[in-house]
């Protein structure tokens, strides 16, 4: 069997299918995490609410939770339906779902945003044995209630606690040495060696956070991770080593 994944999706459909018909083909077992911060945005407009970041995270009053966690949810169930569709049944859930993902607010100048201090890894792997691929939403619970969770930071977590390499799929094909220039793409970087690439500003601007992501899965106990563009093949030349850039201890 091929090797099971944890895979961080993006919150678009826009441009889902493509990747949809990646996933639905993989040969191994996978658990996905995705995001939804579009269509977050667009409904909280529509409903007269301001979106503010602070860090880079959105800032998430009490009175927008409810919201939020309206979107994730459908969002999760539509992507399940697109797997399902294509002979990859899946199931959506959320972090709340049998105590998941147990969180506590990360600052309180964030409203409900969370930080993940415990995955409850019992419902995932039931999921799988089942034959079915999960879809989890990054919302947590603590003991008032729900908390919206970076997609990002939520997928590192829940890769370690079930010792799985991350792939996080975004918008860009690796790691880059020059930027404008695909074909300088690292295959295989150290933690050191990324750390290092950050604070010469080799990696900058919206790679920082990704590659932030893929070194937090390892610090979270991931064996590896790995930033690449989402697209056809990208699994199997990711694996191969072909595609994106992994990142190892």
């Known amino acids: 069997m091929a090797q099971a994944l944890l895979v961080k999706i993006g919150g678009s459909l826009r441009e889902a299918g493509e990747l949809l018909d990646e996933l639905a083909g993989y040969p191994g077992p996978l658990i996905l995490v995705h995001g939804g911060g579009p269509r977050i945005g667009d409904w909280l407009a529509r409903m007269g609410f301001e979106t503010r970041f602070h860090r ?5 009053p009490p009175e927008q939770m409810e ?5 994730l949810t459908t969002l999760g169930k539509e992507l399940a339906a697109g797997l399902s569709r294509r002979g990859r049944p899946a199931v959506a859930l959320s972090g709340r779902d049998a105590l998941m993902l147990q969180a506590r607010v990360m600052d309180k100048a964030l409203g409900r945003v969370g930080e993940v201090e415990r995955v409850n890894v019992a419902p995932l792997q039931g999921v799988l044995q089942a034959g079915l691929t999960p879809l989890v939403a990054p919302i947590g619970l603590d003991e008032v209630g729900p908390l919206n969770i970076n997609a990002d930071t939520a997928a590192g ?3 370690g606690a079930l010792g799985l390499p ?14 404008k220039d695909p074909s300088s793409r690292f295959p295989v970087l150290s933690r050191g060696e990324a750390q290092a690439l950050i604070d010469q500003g080799i990696i900058a601007g919206g790679m920082i956070p990704k590659v932030e992501a893929a070194l937090n899965a390892l610090a979270q106990g991931a064996p590896w991770a ?3 563009q989402g697209g056809p093949g990208v699994l199997e030349g990711l694996l191969g080593g072909a595609l994106g850039t992994r990142l190892v201890g």
């Open 56 to 60: 880079g995270l959105r800032v998430t």
């Open 67 to 71: 919201l939020v966690e309206m979107v």
């Open 157 to 159: 977590a829940v890769a």
């Open 166 to 179: 991350a792939v996080f799929l975004t918008d860009v094909v690796g790691v880059l040495r020059d930027p």
């Open 226 to 228: 790995a930033v690449a």
